[in-house]
C-alpha cells in the first residue's frame, strides 16, 4: 500500500451513515434542504439521487484535507467528469466544486444502466453470470452489472438450505473495492472502484433495498411489523427499565433464528451464558437445544476487560469467524462504564455498518432510567438504528403490565400503538 492511498483504505468503511441532503453552498440553505428531504423516505422506493448524494455529502465531510485531495485527483480520470463539472454552479467555490462533483459521482452507478454506451451481461441482468460478472478492469469495463447494487439471501422457513447466495454481489465487490484502494493497483482502476465504492455502501445503508423479513419470535410483535418481522439485515434497539424483558425479547428473537435454521452471535455484557440460559427457561425460553446445536454461540465478557477499540476489534473478529445470520448485544448501557455516550455511539455505529455490510440482522438492549424517552435512549443511540421498540412497566386494571411500542421501522408500515404484548 502507497502512503498516499493509505487513508483511502481506513476513510472509505465507516464515512458513510446518514440518509438527508445539502445541495447548497451555505449553512442557511443547507439547513432547509436537510428538512424537506427529512421527508423524502416516506415516500421514495429506493434512493435515487438525492439519498446518494446525502450519503456522499455526508462522506465528504469526514474526509481529511490529504484525501480530499487524493480524491478530486482520482475522480477526474472518470469519463463523465466533464459532464459532472457542468452541473456546478459557476460561481461556487473550489471548494464546494470539490465537494458537488463527489457528491455527483456517487450516483455514476445508476447512471450508466441508462447509458447506451454501456450493456447488460448474461440472460438475466439482475443476476450474475459468467467470468465477466466478476471483472473489475476499471472504466474499460462496459458492462452496467446490475447485480453489484444488492445482495439476495435465500430465506427458508425450515431448516433446509439448498440456495447459495449469489455472487458477486454488493457484499462482495465492497470488500474488493476497499482492496484495490488500499493497495498499488493503477489510478485509473482506483478511481473507477472509487465511484462504485461510494455508490454500493448508499445502497445498502437503504433499508428499502432490504425486502427478505425475518420474525421476531413474538406473534404479536411480528403482527405490530406489518405480521412479517424485522428487515433481513437492519438493526434493531429495544429500550426499557429494568425488568420490562428487554433481554427476553432478544432471547425470543435468538430462539426463532435457531429454529429457522439460522446461526445466532449473542454478546452478553452483564450475565454469563449460563445465567441467561437459567433465566430464559423461568419464562419459557429454551435455548439449551442450540447451544447443543452449535446454531447458539454465547460470547460473555466483562465490559471493563478491554477499552471500546478492543470490544469492536473482538466482535468484529468473531462474527468473521462464526458468520451468524443473527447478532444480540446484551445490554449496551453497561459500555458505558467503559467510555461516555458519544465515544460509545462511535462504536455502535461501526459496529452497526460492519453487520449492515454482511447482511446480518442485529439487536442491542438498552436499560433506561430516565422519565421520558429522550432521556432514556442516551442522547441519540436510537437514531443509529433501523427499528427502534421501547418497553414500558405499566399499571393496568389494578395490575403491573408490561407494554410495548414501536417508535420507528424504516421502510414498513407498523403499528404506533402501545401495545401489551405477551413475552
Same mark, same amino acid.
Given at each position: 500500500?502507497?502512503?498516499?492511498?493509505?487513508?483511502?483504505?481506513?476513510?472509505?468503511?465507516?464515512?458513510?451513515?446518514?440518509?438527508?441532503?445539502?445541495?447548497?453552498?451555505?449553512?442557511?440553505?443547507?439547513?432547509?434542504?436537510?428538512?424537506?428531504?427529512?421527508?423524502?423516505?416516506?415516500?421514495?422506493?429506493?434512493?435515487? $439521487?438525492?439519498?446518494?448524494?446525502?450519503?456522499?455529502?455526508?462522506?465528504?465531510?469526514?474526509?481529511?484535507?490529504?484525501?480530499?485531495?487524493?480524491?478530486?485527483?482520482?475522480?477526474?480520470?472518470?469519463?463523465?467528469?466533464?459532464?459532472?463539472?457542468k452541473?456546478?454552479?459557476i460561481d461556487a467555490s473550489s471548494a464546494d466544486r470539490d465537494q458537488m462533483i463527489?457528491?455527483?459521482?456517487?450516483?455514476?452507478?445508476?447512471?450508466?444502466?441508462?447509458?447506451?454506451?454501456?450493456?447488460?451481461?448474461?440472460?438475466?441482468?439482475?443476476?450474475?453470470?459468467?467470468?465477466?460478472?466478476?471483472?473489475?478492469?476499471?472504466?474499460?469495463?462496459?458492462?452496467?452489472?446490475?447485480?453489484?447494487?444488492?445482495?439476495?439471501?435465500?430465506?427458508?422457513?425450515? $431448516?433446509?438450505?439448498?440456495?447459495?447466495?449469489?455472487?458477486?454481489?454488493?457484499?462482495?465487490?465492497?470488500?474488493?473495492?476497499?482492496?484495490?484502494?488500499?493497495?498499488?493497483? $493503477?489510478?485509473?482502476?482506483?478511481?473507477?472502484?472509487?465511484?462504485?465504492?461510494?455508490?454500493?455502501?448508499?445502497?445498502?445503508?437503504?433499508p428499502l433495498h432490504a425486502t427478505t423479513r425475518v420474525s421476531t419470535g413474538i406473534t404479536g410483535l411480528d403482527e405490530m411489523m406489518g405480521g412479517k418481522g424485522f428487515f433481513r439485515g437492519s438493526s434493531v434497539l429495544v429500550s426499557g427499565s429494568a425488568g420490562t424483558g428487554k433481554s427476553s425479547i432478544a432471547a425470543r428473537f435468538a430462539?426463532?433464528?435457531?429454529?429457522?435454521?439460522?446461526?445466532?452471535?449473542?454478546?452478553?455484557?452483564?450475565?454469563?451464558?449460563?445465567?441467561?440460559?437459567?433465566?430464559?427457561?423461568?419464562?419459557?425460553?429454551?435455548?439449551?437445544?442450540?447451544?447443543?446445536?452449535r446454531v447458539l454461540h454465547f460470547h460473555a465478557v466483562r465490559p471493563t476487560?478491554?477499552?471500546?477499540?478492543?470490544?469492536?476489534?473482538?466482535?468484529q473478529k468473531m462474527v468473521k469467524s462464526l458468520q451468524p445470520d443473527v447478532v444480540v448485544v446484551d445490554p449496551i448501557t453497561s459500555i458505558l462504564s467503559v467510555s461516555g455516550i458519544y465515544g460509545v455511539k462511535s462504536m455502535l455505529t461501526r459496529l452497526v455498518d460492519f453487520l449492515k455490510v454482511q447482511q446480518i440482522t442485529s439487536m442491542f438492549t438498552n436499560l433506561t432510567f430516565g422519565t421520558n424517552r429522550e432521556e432514556r435512549t442516551e442522547e441519540g443511540v436510537s437514531s443509529l438504528m433501523d427499528t427502534w421498540i421501547v418497553l414500558s412497566d405499566d399499571e393496568r386494571n389494578g395490575r403491573r403490565t408490561r407494554g410495548l411500542y414501536v417508535v420507528k421501522s424504516r421502510g414498513m408500515a407498523h403499528s404506533r400503538e402501545l401495545n401489551f404484548v405477551s413475552l
Open positions: 500500500m502507497t502512503q498516499r492511498d493509505a487513508h483511502l483504505a481506513t476513510a472509505c468503511p465507516n464515512m458513510f451513515r446518514s440518509r438527508y441532503v445539502h445541495k447548497a453552498r451555505s449553512h442557511a440553505l443547507g439547513a432547509c434542504l436537510l428538512a424537506f428531504c427529512l421527508l423524502l423516505p416516506t415516500v421514495l422506493l429506493a434512493w435515487g $439521487s438525492i439519498g446518494h448524494m446525502t450519503v456522499a455529502y455526508l462522506a465528504y465531510h469526514k474526509l481529511t484535507p490529504a484525501t480530499k485531495a487524493r480524491v478530486r485527483g482520482l475522480l477526474k480520470l472518470n469519463p463523465d467528469y466533464a459532464a459532472w463539472e452541473q456546478v454552479p463527489f457528491m455527483i459521482a456517487a450516483t455514476w452507478a445508476d447512471d450508466i444502466k441508462g447509458d447506451a454506451k454501456y450493456s447488460d451481461d448474461g440472460p438475466d441482468p439482475n443476476t450474475p453470470d459468467g467470468a465477466s460478472s466478476s471483472e473489475n478492469i476499471g472504466y474499460t469495463d462496459l458492462f452496467r452489472h446490475r447485480y453489484w447494487h444488492f445482495i439476495d439471501t435465500p430465506y427458508y422457513i425450515d $431448516s433446509t438450505r439448498g440456495y447459495a447466495t449469489p455472487t458477486p454481489n454488493a457484499q462482495t465487490q465492497i470488500a474488493a473495492f476497499r482492496t484495490v484502494l488500499a493497495s498499488t493497483q $493503477s489510478d485509473d482502476l482506483k478511481s473507477y472502484d472509487l465511484v462504485w465504492l461510494l455508490h454500493l455502501i448508499g445502497d445498502i445503508h437503504q430462539s426463532a433464528a435457531c429454529a429457522r435454521g439460522e446461526s445466532c452471535l449473542y454478546f452478553a455484557f452483564e450475565e454469563s451464558p449460563s445465567q441467561i440460559i437459567r433465566n430464559m427457561r423461568s419464562v419459557g425460553i429454551d435455548l439449551e437445544p442450540s447451544l447443543q446445536k476487560s478491554t477499552g471500546l477499540e478492543g470490544h469492536l476489534a473482538g466482535m
